[in-house]
């Protein structure tokens, strides 16, 4: 196996407080065999001299959507799977040369999908997959215009493949078990409104308790989790008390809804970003009025959700969701959360934290004996300036996962 020696790097280790200097590190193959504070000896290795730069773990974004590259989601109907793959091939691609060397698909993505990356055949991040989002008729996951009397077939357009509908008990089970049939990571289910979705209130309730409980205890069952969209402090409640391991969004928590899933040791993945992306430019990509409207309604609540979940001890991921053409703003969420965070928080949630959400602790987040290469060199300190995360990857003058250079800049 190869192996490469990096030296002359301050290490950013998200377990640790500060910088750390005087350290190295090596990789054989495709995992760190070794860091050391002091020197390391391997005449065989290939030497990265990285110029004082900072070291630290590949970044992980908890909520993505590859395969919806269109602002307005609706024109997806319009999209062979073939072309929604290609589509999708260029915007893993694009995640990598941000820095993220991990993503969790929340929506959309298979086990093909995946695949390919693993072989070698795309290039782009490590892929955790949910599938097709599950939710009931008349949700946030019924993609059906009003004159659509039947749904239609799940092989035929980008936006159907991406999701499913199932109403009552016996559907949910069916439709958990047939995610989990095709490999996915967690489940994705609706238990709100949403913002990209045109005849469901924001504040509307989505899923009986039962459905709830029979997802989570399908899932649970096969060794895997369950993951609910859910924006109200109300549909947030019932997601924890169904024992949901995960919510998405969550802009509009309140501190009752936080302390329980505090107490059910639950993960809030944010994604402030695609809320601002979408003010600023959704219109001009087809998004309508009634979908900016409730836009506007979530997006003064993001800032207080992390202030309120930092209170009650709430883990909170980094998540971006943006949909399309908005997704060049994907390191920005750093930038926006620096405005309630300190930096190493940031930090933590899109590498340790996300790490925990994963359940790949020791293996992603980290830079430790045993974890996968995935090492970014960052041309500066981050903890001082985090604003060199949100540069969207230009001042990552090496980014590299499970030992392959992705990008190498280095002098």
């Known amino acids: 196996m190869a192996l490469m020696l990096f030296k002359n790097f301050r290490l950013l280790d998200p377990e640790r407080d500060d910088l750390l200097d005087g350290h190295e590190l090596l990789v054989e193959g495709d995992v760190i065999r070794e860091v050391s504070s002091s020197p390391i000896t391997s005449a065989d290795a290939d030497v990265i001299d990285c110029g004082g730069k900072t070291l630290m773990p590949g970044l992980i974004d908890c909520h993505v959507h590859v395969v919806l590259s269109e602002v307005n989601i609706r024109n997806l109907e ?3 799977i073939t072309l929604m793959t290609a589509r999708a091939m260029r915007q893993m691609g694009a995640m990598l040369d941000r820095g993220f060397t991990t993503v969790r698909d929340t929506g959309g993505a298979d086990w ?10 795309i290039t782009g991040p490590r892929l955790f997959i949910a599938g097709r989002a599950i939710g009931p008729t008349g949700g946030h996951s019924d993609s059906r215009r009003r004159t659509d009397s039947a749904t239609r077939c799940p092989c035929c357009d980008a936006l159907s493949f991406s999701m499913c509908l199932a109403d009552g008990v016996a559907e949910v089970r069916r439709a958990v078990r047939e995610e989990m049939r095709q490999g996915c990571d967690q489940v994705k289910i609706m238990m709100s409104g949403g913002v990209a979705s045109p005849y469901d209130p924001l504040d509307s309730l989505q899923f009986s308790m039962p459905e709830v409980n029979a997802a989570v205890a399908e899932a649970t069952a096969f060794g895997r989790y369950v993951c609910a969209h859910a924006y109200s402090a109300e549909a947030i409640t019932r997601a924890a008390h169904a024992g949901v391991r995960t919510i998405e969004h969550g802009n509009l928590i309140d501190e009752a809804a936080a302390k329980l899933m505090a107490e059910k040791d639950m993960f809030l993945v944010a994604n402030l970003v695609a809320y601002y992306a979408m003010k600023e430019r959704a219109a001009e990509y ?5 979908m900016l409207e409730k836009n506007d309604l979530v997006i003064e609540g993001g800032l207080r959700s992390l202030e309120i979940c930092k209170r009650a001890g709430v883990p909170v991921a980094y998540g971006s969701d943006l949909l399309g053409q908005l997704q060049v703003d994907q390191n920005r969420e750093f930038a926006i959360r620096s405005q309630v965070l300190s930096p190493l928080e940031i930090v933590r949630s899109a590498t340790s934290v996300a790490a925990r959400l994963l359940r790949h602790e020791g293996k992603l987040g980290c830079v430790k004996e045993g974890a996968y290469a995935d090492l970014l060199l960052v041309d ?14 230009t001042h990552m003058a090496a980014i590299m996962k499970g030992g392959v250079f992705h990008k190498y800049a280095l002098n």
């Open 112 to 121: 093909g999908l995946r695949s390919a990356v693993d072989e070698g055949y």
């Open 78 to 80: 319009n999209y062979p």
């Open 380 to 393: 500066g300190d981050p903890l001082a300036n985090i604003d060199l995360l949100a540069g969207g990857g």
């Open 286 to 290: 087809g998004m309508d009025g009634e």
